[in-house]
């Protein structure tokens, strides 16, 4: 049918009219009978459209595989939902499962220094209606070198209370310090790529590391440091049961590697490792990797608190010698890990500790590291005159003995910062001992007890108030009194030496809190000097102190004779070094000259019809110059001792006088007197 024409507009009316008509009797239609549901919906639910999330924006390295993780929800229950990736922009590439919620790419190919930005879209529909989403990918050129960095740490078993064994069940994580690191080739194992230093808090880092490339962490036990300050520590095994051992300090040094890893295209800020203890349910069932690295942070402890007060100092190399098979035993072999005890060997500047899980570890006894330390300290930094030996907790010790064991315990709660002296047994038992240095009083107080010693040094340095511990005077004097006057003192180096150079070094109010602490302890403090020659009484046992007073006897040097005895009274198993078992004798030389020094046991003792038995006296004595041995009368020669001493200045000497009977192991018969008497004379020749 022809339309109207108006102008250039043509309209064909009756084709308008009758598809308006067509409409309105198609509604009329769809209405009867019914509810007016709305187009698209049914059951008179109207439809709603569904949510798009293309997921977060990425940032990738050209040529890997990018997946898109898109997802869609739909409010209406029953709806099926499709999804369309497409790209909106940037470097076109191809879209694999781009139908999927979830599809990929591979990223291309771009200049280096200028990252290119895709930008895609995700389209979700129910059928009806539809939502996007759109995501960035920011595509960068590959690294080809990256940097590998973490935290590494050590498992540490914290005892019980009261010091009863360990518990394992609450090991604490601390960081390896000051450690070596080393990043490992992870094919070989062998071939070292690079080298640094964990810091105090154990993180490390290795930089221009290739990338994708297979690596491992490796960290040994060793502080190794150059310049000022310095030092250099070591944890190795000693036990080495071959025909033919290498030297001690050729041994096996403790190390820890974990399992390779790949270093990918990117830096890895998070590659953490953990030395563990190797404890399983009741026992050890691992590797014990976490041992030496417990060890080694305990001695930088001890090297950071020194540093503390002198931070030029340059420290001996020390070793310490850990294994599982150290174990208690008489006799001793280092090399079989057979040893008396834990010690420090001052002719080896090293510290050997136990580790045999069945009968005594270490490793996790801070205290006990640092007490053997604290002997290193005193050896390589002060001055040590201790003649060494089996001790206990209250005994009564010969002077020397009694400050060196005192100051090591002192160091180590002043380093560790804790009183409470723990050393553990049995691993996984209730063994085991402690003792609070600030207030430990086992024994007879005075100068010949150990802890006597400790409590009155760690009390010096302390805040905590305590009885007549109300004051503190820091470590500061006590270091430098030790690395000062106590090193190069005429006297054999005691407690008196050390409070008396201590003292000089204080103003009135502090010099009176020192005297205050001493007096605790029993000493006395009016006209203390370096010989104790103030000590004219033990309060502790006035009828059980024969040989003890004076501490120093005047040795004349003109050939007069003295009479001076030694006694076992307070030995019971031939240690040979408690209270009244050396005497010590001092004389001084006005010139240039050489001396004979005799020694005669004037003390019967009768030959016994053992012949195995040593039945007869051997005097023993050894002449110093503050810290120099100058002449040595050892022979095994029977009731006498002598010895031709070189020509000797113009200076003060010191001596000590032994009865060897009294620390022989084989022992003497049971009526061995334990008394012996000696005439002294020394003669210029």
Same mark, same amino acid.
């Given at each position: 049918?022809?339309?109207v024409?108006?102008?250039?507009?043509?309209?064909?009316? %009756?084709?308008?009219?009758?598809?308006?008509?067509?409409?309105?009797?198609?509604l009329?239609? $769809?209405?009867?009978?019914g509810s007016?549901?709305?187009?698209?919906?049914?059951?008179?639910?109207?439809?709603?459209?569904?949510?798009?999330?293309?997921?977060?924006?990425?940032?990738?390295?050209?040529?890997?595989?990018?997946t898109?993780?898109?997802?869609?929800?739909?409010?209406d229950t029953?709806d099926?939902?499709?999804?369309?990736?497409?790209?909106?922009?940037?470097?076109?590439?191809?879209?694999?499962?781009?139908?999927?919620?979830?599809?990929?790419?591979?990223?291309?190919?771009?200049?280096?220094g200028?990252?290119?930005?895709?930008?895609?879209?995700?389209s979700v529909?129910d059928?009806?209606?539809t939502?996007?989403?759109?995501?960035?990918?920011?595509?960068?050129?590959?690294q080809?070198?990256?940097?590998?960095?973490?935290?590494?740490?050590?498992?540490?078993?914290?005892?019980?209370?009261?010091c009863?064994?360990?518990?394992?069940?609450?090991?604490?994580?601390?960081?390896?310090?000051a450690?070596?690191?080393?990043?490992?080739?992870?094919?070989?194992?062998?071939?070292?790529?690079?080298?640094?230093?964990?810091?105090?808090?154990? /993180? =490390?880092?290795?930089?221009?590391?290739?990338a994708?490339?297979?690596?491992?962490?490796?960290?040994?036990?060793?502080?190794?440091?150059?310049?000022?300050?310095?030092?250099?520590?070591?944890?190795?095994?000693?036990?080495?049961?071959? @025909?033919?051992?290498?030297?001690?300090a050729e041994?096996?040094?403790?190390?820890?590697?974990?399992?390779?890893?790949?270093?990918?295209?990117?830096?890895?800020?998070?590659?953490?490792?953990?030395?563990?203890?190797?404890?399983g349910?009741?026992? =050890?069932?691992?590797?014990?990797?976490?041992?030496?690295?417990?060890?080694?942070?305990a001695?930088?402890?001890?090297?950071?608190?020194?540093?503390?007060?002198?931070?030029?100092?340059?420290f001996?190399p020390? +070793?310490?010698?850990?294994?599982? /098979?150290?174990?208690l035993?008489?006799?001793?072999d280092?090399?079989a890990?057979?040893?008396g005890?834990?010690?420090?060997?001052?002719g080896?500047?090293?510290?050997?500790?136990?580790?045999?899980?069945?009968?005594? %570890?270490?490793?996790?006894?801070?205290?006990?590291?640092?007490?053997?330390?604290?002997?290193?300290?005193?050896?390589?930094?002060?001055?040590?005159?201790?003649?060494?030996?089996?001790?206990?907790?209250g005994?009564?010790?010969? @002077?020397?003995?009694?400050?060196?064991?005192?100051?090591?315990?002192?160091? *180590?709660?002043?380093?560790?910062?804790?009183?409470?002296?723990?050393?553990?047994?049995?691993a996984?038992?209730?063994s085991?001992?402690?003792?609070?240095?600030?207030?430990? +009083?086992?024994?007879?107080?005075?100068?010949?007890?150990?802890?006597?010693?400790a409590?009155?040094?760690? +009390?010096l340095?302390?805040?905590?108030?305590?009885?007549?511990d109300t004051?503190?005077?820091?470590f500061?004097?006590?270091?430098?009194?030790?690395?000062?006057?106590?090193?190069? %003192?005429p006297?054999?180096?005691?407690?008196?030496?050390?409070?008396t150079?201590?003292?000089?070094?204080?103003?009135?109010t502090?010099?009176?809190?020192?005297?205050?602490?001493?007096?605790?302890?029993?000493?006395v403090?009016?006209?203390?000097?370096i010989?104790?020659?103030?000590?004219?009484?033990?309060a502790?046992?006035?009828?059980?102190?024969?040989?003890?007073?004076?501490?120093?006897?005047?040795?004349?040097?003109?050939?007069?004779?003295?009479?001076?005895?030694t006694?076992?009274?307070?030995? *019971?198993?031939?240690d040979?070094?408690?209270?009244?078992?050396?005497?010590?004798?001092?004389?001084?030389?006005?010139?240039?000259?050489? =001396?004979?020094?005799?020694?005669?046991?004037?003390?019967p003792?009768?030959?016994?019809?053992?012949?195995?038995?040593?039945?007869?006296s051997?005097?023993?004595?050894?002449?110093f110059?503050?810290?120099?041995?100058?002449?040595?009368g050892?022979?095994?020669d029977?009731?006498?001792?002598?010895?031709?001493?070189?020509t000797?200045?113009?200076?003060?000497?010191?001596?000590?006088?032994?009865?060897?009977?009294f620390?022989?192991?084989?022992?003497?018969?049971?009526?061995?007197?334990?008394?012996? $008497?000696?005439d002294?004379s020394m003669?210029?020749?």
């Amino acid at each position: 049918m022809p339309g109207v024409t108006l102008g250039n507009m043509t309209f064909d009316k %009756t084709l308008k009219n009758l598809t308006l008509a067509a409409a309105l009797l198609a509604l009329a239609a $769809c209405s009867s009978g019914g509810s007016d549901a709305p187009a698209g919906g049914g059951g008179g639910v109207q439809n709603s459209a569904p949510s798009a999330s293309a997921g977060p924006d990425q940032s990738v390295v050209e040529l890997s595989t990018v997946t898109l993780s898109g997802s869609g929800t739909d409010p209406d229950t029953g709806d099926t939902l499709s999804y369309t990736w497409r790209q909106l922009s940037g470097v076109s590439v191809s879209i694999t499962n781009s139908s999927s919620a979830t599809a990929s790419f591979t990223a291309p190919d771009v200049a280096t220094g200028v990252p290119e930005v895709l930008a895609f879209r995700l389209s979700v529909s129910d059928g009806s209606l539809t939502s996007t989403d759109d995501v960035a990918i920011t595509v960068s050129e590959a690294q080809s070198r990256i940097t590998v960095s973490g935290v590494v740490s050590y498992e540490f078993v914290p005892p019980n209370n009261q010091c009863r064994g360990l518990n394992f069940n609450a090991i604490e994580t601390r960081p390896i310090r000051a450690a070596t690191v080393q990043l490992i080739d992870g094919s070989d194992d062998t071939t070292v790529l690079a080298t640094t230093t964990a810091d105090d808090n154990g /993180n =490390y880092a290795f930089g221009n590391v290739a990338a994708d490339t297979d690596v491992r962490i490796r960290v040994r036990a060793e502080l190794k440091r150059s310049g000022v300050p310095a030092w250099d520590v070591e944890v190795r095994d000693n036990v080495d049961t071959s @025909a033919s051992p290498p030297p001690l300090a050729e041994r096996p040094l403790y190390v820890v590697q974990w399992a390779p890893f790949n270093t990918g295209s990117s830096d890895i800020s998070d590659a953490d490792f953990t030395a563990t203890t190797g404890w399983g349910t009741n026992s =050890y069932t691992g590797t014990r990797s976490a041992a030496p690295f417990a060890i080694l942070d305990a001695i930088y402890s001890g090297i950071q608190a020194i540093i503390a007060e002198r931070p030029t100092e340059v420290f001996a190399p020390l +070793d310490a010698f850990w294994s599982v /098979n150290n174990t208690l035993t008489s006799p001793t072999d280092i090399d079989a890990g057979e040893l008396g005890t834990s010690f420090y060997s001052g002719g080896q500047d090293s510290l050997f500790l136990l580790g045999d899980a069945d009968v005594d %570890t270490e490793e996790f006894d801070d205290h006990v590291t640092m007490h053997e330390w604290g002997h290193y300290f005193e050896d390589n930094f002060s001055r040590s005159d201790s003649v060494g030996g089996s001790h206990a907790i209250g005994e009564s010790l010969d @002077a020397r003995v009694a400050f060196g064991e005192g100051w090591a315990t002192a160091l *180590s709660g002043i380093v560790l910062q804790e009183p409470q002296y723990c050393d553990t047994a049995v691993a996984g038992t209730s063994s085991g001992f402690g003792l609070n240095i600030e207030t430990e +009083d086992r024994g007879h107080q005075g100068w010949f007890n150990e802890m006597s010693v400790a409590t009155f040094i760690y +009390d010096l340095w302390d805040t905590d108030v305590d009885g007549t511990d109300t004051g503190s005077i820091g470590f500061g004097p006590i270091f430098d009194t030790m690395v000062g006057p106590q090193s190069a %003192t005429p006297a054999f180096t005691t407690l008196f030496s050390f409070a008396t150079e201590l003292r000089s070094m204080l103003g009135p109010t502090e010099r009176a809190f020192v005297d205050s602490q001493l007096a605790r302890e029993d000493i006395v403090t009016t006209g203390i000097d370096i010989w104790g020659s103030n000590q004219d009484t033990i309060a502790a046992f006035p009828n059980q102190s024969r040989d003890v007073l004076p501490l120093y006897t005047t040795l004349p040097t003109d050939g007069t004779a003295i009479n001076i005895c030694t006694n076992s009274d307070f030995d *019971s198993g031939r240690d040979g070094n408690k209270l009244a078992e050396y005497r010590y004798l001092t004389f001084t030389t006005t010139g240039a000259a050489q =001396y004979d020094v005799v020694v005669t046991t004037t003390t019967p003792t009768p030959v016994t019809a053992d012949p195995d038995d040593r039945d007869q006296s051997d005097p023993d004595i050894v002449i110093f110059r503050r810290d120099q041995v100058v002449a040595i009368g050892l022979s095994a020669d029977e009731n006498s001792e002598t010895v031709t001493t070189p020509t000797l200045p113009a200076d003060t000497y010191i001596a000590s006088l032994q009865e060897w009977r009294f620390e022989d192991e084989e022992g003497a018969p049971a009526s061995y007197p334990e008394q012996i $008497c000696f005439d002294v004379s020394m003669t210029p020749r």
